[in-house]
């Protein structure tokens, strides 16, 4: 029995697919199966049947999935604080980041870090930022760059690096692009694009709509900025979007209201730290500080 077949069998829960977690552990199919196969001979149990191209999970495979996870985590806790006991900074960390930050915000920082680490193996994880949060605070992710949630959870510990204002957005030709002197009233009577409801995002929008006892008109929800900011573009409706996403696409529409949402990093104090993760943490706060 070794930790990689453990790893194979979490990564097929969560893909549901042998394909996928080969993919996501850059090994072939067979050597997934193979993994699997070795676990079920293990425990003497059959965990994951066949289902059209894909695999169904057995209750025996749902039943191991929480102490396989609990156990990897207890491992990773024992792997850090080993590191941590070391000045060597190296191992394996996995961090998470919201598309917009991972593309517009963190290259130039992570290029860095690996430059100055080379024996760190980077771990990253596109994820939503509700999600990110998430993972953090159940010990999935060491440490994640994220839109900052409107309240936070007192377990984990913020830190805010960098500002983003919001701004209502329409394309060129929208009638709303129009008009001066907009207030959020003007708005309703027109379309949205906004995020969809649960995200930190759309949260702070919404919010000073109801300071209004106003509800917007939502056609679409969508998830990722460049999306939004396409649809946007070609008529479909107004928007929020972060100012570093508004190109000669879209027109910011005049309208007095100042939104922000901060950007940064989330990690959870209470768990052990690997000298990977604080050398990250450190830089970052470096970084912020001079810039």
């Known amino acids: 029995m070794n930790l990689a077949a453990f790893e194979a069998f979490v990564k097929v829960m969560e893909t549901g697919s042998i394909s996928m977690a080969a993919e996501l552990l850059f090994i072939t199919q067979p050597a997934v199966t193979k993994r699997i196969h070795t676990l079920e001979d293990y425990f003497g149990v059959k965990l994951f049947e066949s289902a059209g191209r894909g695999v169904q999970a057995t209750h025996a495979a749902h039943s191991l999935l929480p102490k396989v996870k609990n156990w990897l985590n207890d491992l990773g806790d024992i792997h850090h604080t080993l590191s941590h006991e070391h000045d060597q900074v190296r191992?394996?960390?996995k961090i998470g980041?919201?598309?917009?930050?991972?593309?517009?915000?963190?290259?130039?920082?992570?290029?860095?870090?690996?430059?100055?680490?080379?024996?760190?193996?980077l771990d990253v994880h596109f994820v939503d930022s509700e999600q990110a949060h998430e993972k953090v605070l159940a010990g999935d992710l060491e440490l994640a760059f994220l839109t900052l949630p409107p309240l936070g959870d007192e377990r984990?510990?913020?830190?805010?690096i960098w500002e983003d204002p919001l701004v209502f957005?329409?394309?060129?030709?929208?009638?709303?692009?129009q008009q001066k002197n907009l207030n959020l009233e003007d708005l309703m009577a027109y379309p949205s694009l906004l995020p969809a409801a649960q995200t930190y995002t759309s949260q702070i929008t919404l919010a000073e709509f109801e300071k209004k006892g106003l509800k917007p008109k939502v056609t679409m929800s969508n998830n990722p900025l460049e999306s939004i900011r396409m649809l946007?573009?070609?008529g479909l409706g107004w928007s929020v979007l972060p100012k570093t996403l508004v190109n000669q696409e879209l027109y910011q529409l005049d309208i007095d209201l100042h939104m922000n949402r901060q950007l940064g990093m989330v990690w959870h104090p209470g768990r052990t730290q690997s000298r990977a993760v604080l050398s990250l943490i450190e830089s970052m706060l470096e970084n912020t500080t001079t810039s």
């Open 91 to 93: 191992g394996k960390l």
């Open 97 to 121: 980041t919201s598309h917009h930050i991972g593309l517009h915000h963190l290259p130039k920082h992570l290029r860095n870090y690996v430059q100055q680490y080379t024996e760190v193996v």
């Open 156 to 160: 984990l510990k913020y830190v805010t």
């Open 169 to 177: 957005v329409a394309a060129p030709f929208h009638p709303l692009a």
């Open 232 to 234: 946007a573009s070609i």
